[in-house]
T-cell receptor
């Protein structure tokens, strides 16, 4: 069985400040890791994913996440946030041999002017 | 390309009523699933299907039924609605196994049971 823990339920930051959203996972087998973003009253969209290879993955809008196998973490970072980054962010894990996604509890990122 | 389409977007039910939430995808994905989203609890898996004619229970299946007669459709039925089923429901689809790992989500159905 796999599980995901997002360590912060809410993260308020000011515009142009850096941010880190923390995610830890537990699994006895190899996994793929994902970050999804949910804007208000919308469905979930894939932000970035780690499948294999380089442990640092990037999104098109400036977010990055680093897979750390020894610490079983996949933290999401952005060096300078915008008001438009305000959303809920979900970390998810999937076994490499399966299809079932397991989600964390979500982190509400609020960017203030 | 419509992706994953859920209907209705909003629904209010009285306790004890039944209804079906519709989900359709046009990407020929084998794997489809239903989640419910509640504040502070993330998304919890209700039921899933790995192909037409095959369904299985997820984390919170009680009070819900599913069927998968075609690759495209995966309806979720509430048998006798209860206030505890007030939630936002999301349908998702993806390819199975290691090929194409991204899950695509519908826009959600906001259900209120009074």
């Amino acid at each position: 069985a796999q599980s995901v823990t997002q360590l912060d339920s809410q993260v308020p930051v000011f515009e142009e400040a850096p941010v880190e959203l923390r995610c830890n996972y537990s699994s006895s087998v190899s996994v793929y890791l994902f970050w999804y973003v949910q804007y208000p009253n919308q469905g979930l969209q894939l932000l970035l994913k780690y499948l294999s290879g380089s442990t640092l993955v990037e999104s098109i809008n400036g977010f990055e996440a680093e897979f750390n196998k020894s610490q079983t973490s996949f933290h999401l970072r952005k060096p300078s946030v915008h008001i438009s980054d305000t959303a809920e962010y979900f970390c998810a894990v999937r076994e490499t041999s399966g299809s079932r996604l397991t989600f964390g509890e979500g982190t509400q990122l609020t960017v203030n002017p | 390309n419509a992706g994953v389409t859920q209907t209705p977007k909003f629904q209010v039910l009285k306790t004890g009523q039944s209804m079906t939430l519709q989900c359709a995808q046009d990407m020929n994905h084998e794997y489809m699933s239903w989640y419910r989203q509640d504040p502070g609890m993330g998304l919890r898996l209700i039921h899933y299907s790995v192909g037409a004619g095959i369904t299985d229970q997820g984390e919170v299946p009680n009070g819900y039924n599913v069927s998968r007669s075609t690759t495209e459709d995966f309806p979720l039925r509430l048998l006798s609605a209860a206030p505890s089923q007030t939630s936002v429901y999301f349908c998702a689809s993806s390819y199975s196994g290691t090929f194409g790992t991204e899950a695509f989500f519908g826009q959600g159905t906001r259900l209120t049971v009074v």
